[in-house]
């Protein structure tokens, strides 16, 4: 089947005059057909990054990516063979374009996939939004009408995997939770796997059947949703889940972590979690653990 | 403090605040919150007479006795940024990117109080430091983009508190951060509240930070108010089915008994 598979990949970053950039830096992570994997972790720790080199939009320093048992290859100016991987974009204001009909723009995905039978309107449909919205041009629409588009545009390629980038961080907050389930739905309807990127915790809670968390490059955490939030094991997954302020009614304010997330340019030797941990020891500072599921000393397998 | 009475604005013809009362007491978070589309940050833009062009407000905004809504425009100057002051959603769009924000602490402070240069200056490295900035005298010369989110959001905070303000408006402060970054600015903000005496109006739809920092909640609906009391009465027995409603929706509402109990016991202060 048409599972992706990455494995040991580095992404670097580039600049004239600035060190390079290990934006992502050894990550390995699996997406079966039909399983919905939350990726989350702090802005800068290298997601989307990730998510990007999944797509083909960043080439991979280090590691392999495999969709369905083949290399993903960097997208070029050429024709792209690989249209079963689709994305959507953070902020559905920038990837639509603002010229062109909603239903051309779905037009297209229909097209990559050779598929003559199905019209713009019906995914249209499938999105939740009326067939006659086909005619109208992006500036029409809301945040959330919007992002809607940009899923059916994305679902009209046909993907066996969707990537959604912080799909939901530019909208407003009564539409997130909708249009995050709304891309499960779609995505495990059809059959598809879904790589949903986020940094808000609680949606990806909702929708996801694995959680990934990542940290600095790495990922630190992963497991089955339920037991990750019933019982995460790295000090980072905690110090996250405990930041949550509850609406209890109680007046308690969240724990805080300290520190912010260390420069990737010039990350901290061992363990890159250290310097903010509150559990550290010795040998965090000195050895890096390089294993999983849970990548920290003190769950370190026999 | 700041009294909200029958606030009403109309857009061409259209309702958007149907009556608002409101008001915020000294040294107290008083938190708004609703669904978007229900006229919180309208009524935050009402207090500092800011609304969108062509729209209409009516009814009565009073500062310690003075209604700002009868104000002429150079009077309400006066307490723009003097007395009342806001802090917007992004700090990444809130802030200029070409000022350095040393600058950008002393314009508004010199114009207010008056104040020198090197005055000016020692005030504002004082307030730096104030919200927690590392480093504050090398901050002050800095440009916004060399500071994350989370600091950039701290800096927006600390020119709003510049000009010793008693009314702090926030809108949607910690919504476009990070959850371990949101924990720390709403730790500044609760504190700054408290140290300060500041009456802050906090607007916001999470209702997990409204339960974090605010003292009064207020649940707003189609431009009005349908819900107001202590936090833990509104949040815990509410009375009105739309307050019910927003959270039995949430998925936090029955989440990790385990884990909020250990930080009870660890942070459970109160004002």
């Not at chain 1, 990516?65 to 249209?83: A, C, M, Q």
């Not at chain 1, 250290?274 to 849970?294: A, I, Y």
């Not at chain 2, 009105?240 to 936090?252: G, N």
């Amino acid at each position: 089947m048409t599972t992706l598979t990455i494995s040991d990949l580095v992404v670097e970053h580039r600049s004239p005059g600035r060190p390079v950039v290990r934006a992502v830096a050894g990550a390995s992570l699996t997406v079966s057909p039909g399983e919905v994997v939350g990726l989350v972790g702090e802005s800068g720790c290298g997601k989307s990054t990730l998510a990007r080199a999944v797509c083909g939009l960043h080439p991979a320093a280090e590691g392999e990516i495999t969709f369905g048992g083949r290399p993903v290859s960097p997208l070029g100016l050429r024709r792209r063979e690989l249209t079963a991987i689709q994305m959507v974009f953070q902020d559905p204001y920038a990837s639509l374009n603002p010229r062109r009909r909603v239903g051309d723009q779905i037009a297209d995905g229909l097209r990559t996939a050779g598929d003559t039978t199905t019209a713009p309107a019906d995914l249209l449909e499938r999105v939740g939004l009326p067939r006659e919205f086909a005619g109208r041009h992006p500036h029409e629409f809301s945040g959330g009408q919007r992002q809607r588009i940009a899923i059916a545009r994305a679902l009209a390629a046909r993907p066996s995997l969707l990537i959604g980038d912080e799909p939901i961080s530019a909208l407003d907050a009564s539409a997130q939770s909708q249009v995050a389930r709304l891309m499960r739905d779609l995505a495990v309807d059809s059959g598809a796997g879904l790589l949903f990127i986020s940094h808000d915790l609680s949606v990806v809670r909702l929708i996801a059947d694995r959680i990934a968390v990542m940290y600095l490059g790495k990922i630190v955490e992963v497991g089955r949703t339920e037991e990750v939030w019933a019982d995460p094991k790295h000090p980072y997954t905690r110090a996250l889940l405990g930041a949550i302020p509850q609406p209890d009614g109680l007046g308690v304010l969240p724990a805080e972590l300290p520190g912010d997330v260390p420069d990737p340019a010039d990350p901290p030797h061992g363990c890159r979690f250290h310097p903010r941990c509150p559990l550290v020891m010795d040998v965090c500072r000195v050895k890096e653990p390089d294993f999983g599921p849970v990548a920290c000393w003190l769950h370190a397998p026999e | 403090m700041l009294d909200i009475t029958d606030l009403r604005v109309t857009i061409g013809g259209r309702d958007i605040l149907g009556g608002v009362d409101l008001s915020l007491r000294q040294g107290q978070v008083h938190g708004l919150a609703g669904e978007s589309g229900s006229g919180k940050t309208m009524t935050g833009l009402a207090v500092l007479g800011l609304l969108p062009h062509g729209a209409r407000a009516t009814g009565s905004i009073a500062l310690e006795g003075r209604d700002l809504l009868g104000l002429r425009p150079k009077e309400l100057n006066r307490v723009r940024g003097g007395e009342i002051a806001m802090v917007f959603q992004d700090p990444a769009t809130s802030l200029h990117p070409m000022l350095t924000i040393g600058r950008q602490l002393t314009e508004h402070m010199r114009h207010h109080l008056g104040l020198g240069r090197s005055e000016a200056r020692s005030r504002a490295v004082e307030l730096l430091a104030k919200v927690r900035i590392p480093g504050p005298e090398e901050a002050f010369g800095r440009y916004p983009h060399q500071f994350s989110g989370g600091m950039r959001q701290r800096i927006a905070i600390a020119i709003a508190l510049a000009c010793s303000p008693k009314v702090l408006i926030a809108d949607e402060p910690t919504t476009a951060l990070d959850v371990t970054v949101q924990a720390g600015v709403l730790r500044l903000l609760r504190g700054l509240c408290d140290d300060l005496g500041l009456a802050v109006l906090l607007v916001t739809h999470d209702l997990g930070v409204m339960s974090a920092v605010a003292d009064e909640v207020s649940v707003m609906k189609d431009g009005l108010v349908v819900e107001s009391g202590p936090r833990g009465q509104v949040l815990r027995t509410p009375s009105h089915p739309y307050t019910r409603s927003l959270l039995d929706s949430l998925p936090e509402a029955h989440a990790v008994p385990g884990e909020s109990g250990q930080q009870s016991a660890g942070d459970g202060e109160t004002a």
